[in-house]
C-alpha cells in the first residue's frame, strides 16, 4: 500500500512553524509497518493542493491531507478534494450539532454560519471524531484513475492531530492493508553513519530486509524493513550485534526516552547541571511523559558565578583551569546531585560558538561530567559544526555518559553521593 501525505499550510514553506506532525506520523507509521512514500508541503492555494493531490495520486494508493479544515476562508483542504475526487459535500446533522454545540462554549449568540462549513462530509464517506477541536476528521473512498483511492483529512494543530492519528487514521488504515511490512530499528549511541554502515552491512549481505540510516545528534538510527517480521528481527540482532556496546536494544531510537526507562528500573532520580548546553537536557528530559517521577531539574549555570556560588565549584578552579575544564565539569555534577539531592547527575560545560574559543580552547571543545553512586567521570569532547549542532551532541554525550554507566550496572543503587 503506497502512502502519500500532503501537508498544507503557508507557515510551513515560511519556516515559522515546523512540521512536527509529519515527523510524528512517519515514526508511527513507519513502527506500524506502513510507511509513507511520499510527503508534499503546499501554501493554502486552491492551486498548490490541488497539483500536490495530483502529484501524489500518481502512485499513491491512500492520501493523507493534513491542516486546512478550519471555519475560515483560506481553509479549503476539504473544498479542494472533494473537488478533485468529484465527492460532492453533505452537512452532517451530527457534526452541525457538534460544531454548534463547541461555538458554545466560549461565545454567545447564534452560530456563525461560516463555522458550520465544519459540519460537512464527502459523500459517502465519515467523520472521525475530534473531542479536542471544532474540526473533525474526514475519510472517503473513489475510484480514481482506474483504481479505488482513500483519502483521509485531518485538522493541523498538532494537539488534535496527534490523538486523532492514533485513536483513528492508524487503524482504519491497518484494516485497509493487506500487505503489510515489517519494520524495526534501533540506535547506535555516538555512532556515525559511515561507520555503522561498515560495521553491519556486511553481516546482512543474505538477509532479504531493507536498510534505512538516519543521523541524529545523539548518533545514527538504522531501520530494517521486510516481509517476513522473524527475519526482520533475526537481521536486527544480527546489525546489533556487529554494532557493538553502543546499540541500544531492539525498538529504542530515543535516547532520552531510554535513560527515563533505565532510571525507572532503577528507582533512581536524576538531575543536570548545564553551562553550553542552557537547560537543553532538561528540556529534552521534559518532553517525556511520566519523567517527573525520576527528574529532579536543572541548574543552569552559564555564569561562572552560578558555578561558584550554586554549585561550589571554586573560584580557583575556575581562574586557574577554566569554566571549561575537567575539573569543573566533574564538580558542577557531583555538585548537582547533592544540590538537587538526586542519585545522578550530568553536566555540560564548553565552548558552541560561533565566537568564545583561543588555541588552547576551540569551538566545539566540551567536557561532559557523569555523577553515580559515589564515583564521577568526565569526557572531553570535540565536537564539529555549527553552535545548535554542538549544543546537542554535548547533550546526547552526556545523556549516553550515564545511560553507559546503568547499563553495566545492574545493582540497585540508591545513594545520593
Avoid at 48 to 77: F, Q
Avoid at 228 to 236: C, F, G, K, R, Y
Avoid at 334 to 340: C, G, K, T
Wanted: charge should be negative; aromatic fraction near 6%; hydrophobic fraction near 40%.
Amino acid at each position: 500500500m503506497n502512502i502519500a501525505v500532503v501537508c498544507t499550510g503557508t507557515e510551513l514553506l515560511k519556516g515559522s512553524t515546523v512540521n512536527s506532525n509529519l515527523a510524528r506520523l512517519g515514526a508511527e507509521m513507519t513502527a506500524s509497518g506502513i510507511p509513507l512514500a511520499l510527503e508534499i508541503a503546499v501554501g493554502d492555494r486552491r492551486e498548490e493542493i490541488g497539483g500536490a493531490i495530483s502529484s501524489a495520486m500518481k502512485t499513491a494508493d491512500v492520501l493523507i491531507l493534513c491542516g486546512g479544515l478550519g471555519p475560515t476562508r483560506d481553509d479549503i483542504t476539504l473544498d479542494v478534494a472533494a473537488s478533485f475526487f468529484g465527492c460532492p459535500l453533505e452537512r452532517s446533522p451530527e457534526l452541525e450539532k457538534k460544531v454548534v454545540d463547541f461555538w458554545h462554549r466560549i461565545h454567545t449568540g447564534h452560530c456563525p454560519e461560516g463555522q458550520l462549513r465544519q459540519a460537512r462530509v464527502p459523500k459517502g464517506g465519515h467523520y472521525l471524531p475530534n473531542p479536542v477541536g471544532s474540526a473533525s476528521g474526514l475519510a472517503f473512498s473513489s475510484f480514481y484513475g482506474g483504481r479505488m483511492r482513500h483519502v483521509f483529512l485531518l485538522p493541523g494543530p498538532p494537539t488534535e492531530f496527534v490523538p486523532m492519528m492514533h485513536d483513528h487514521l492508524l487503524p482504519e488504515l491497518l484494516e485497509l492493508d493487506h500487505d503489510r511490512r515489517f519494520t524495526c530499528g534501533f540506535l547506535a549511541a555516538g555512532v556515525g553513519e559511515s561507520f555503522l554502515s561498515k560495521a553491519v552491512e556486511p553481516a546482512l549481505e543474505n538477509y532479504p530486509v531493507e536498510i534505512a540510516y538516519t543521523a541524529v545528534p545523539e548518533g545514527t538510527k538504522l531501520f530494517l524493513e521486510g516481509d517476513d517480521p522473524q527475519i526482520v528481527s533475526e537481521a536486527l540482532e544480527r546489525a546489533r550485534s556487529s554494532a557493538g556496546e553502543d546499540a541500544l536494544p531492539a525498538g529504542v531510537t530515543d535516547l532520552y526516552a531510554y535513560l527515563v526507562s533505565l532510571l525507572a528500573e532503577r528507582h533512581l532520580s536524576f538531575g543536570t547541571a548545564e553551562s553550553c548546553t542552557g537547560g537543553l537536557i532538561g528540556t529534552l528530559m521534559t518532553d517525556i511523559p511520566g519523567v517527573s517521577a525520576f527528574y529532579k531539574g536543572t541548574i543552569v549555570s552559564y555564569a561562572n558565578e552560578v558555578k561558584r556560588d550554586v554549585l561550589g565549584v571554586p573560584q580557583e578552579i575556575l581562574d586557574t583551569l577554566g569554566a571549561v575544564s575537567e575539573e569543573t565539569a566533574s564538580l558542577m555534577a557531583r555538585n548537582a546531585a547533592r544540590v538537587l539531592n538526586c542519585d545522578c547527575a550530568v553536566s555540560t560545560t564548553g565552548i558552541a560558538g560561533p565566537g568564545g574559543g583561543t588555541p588552547e580552547k576551540p569551538v566545539g571543545l566540551v567536557y561532559v561530567g557523569c555523577f553515580l553512586a559515589g564515583e564521577t567521570t568526565v569526557l572531553k569532547l570535540n565536537l564539529r559544526g555549527g553552535r545548535e549542532a554542538i549544543r546537542r551532541r554535548a547533550a546526547a554525550r552526556a545523556v549516553y555518559q550515564l545511560v553507559k554507566r546503568l547499563r553495566s550496572s545492574n545493582a540497585q543503587l540508591h545513594q545520593n553521593q
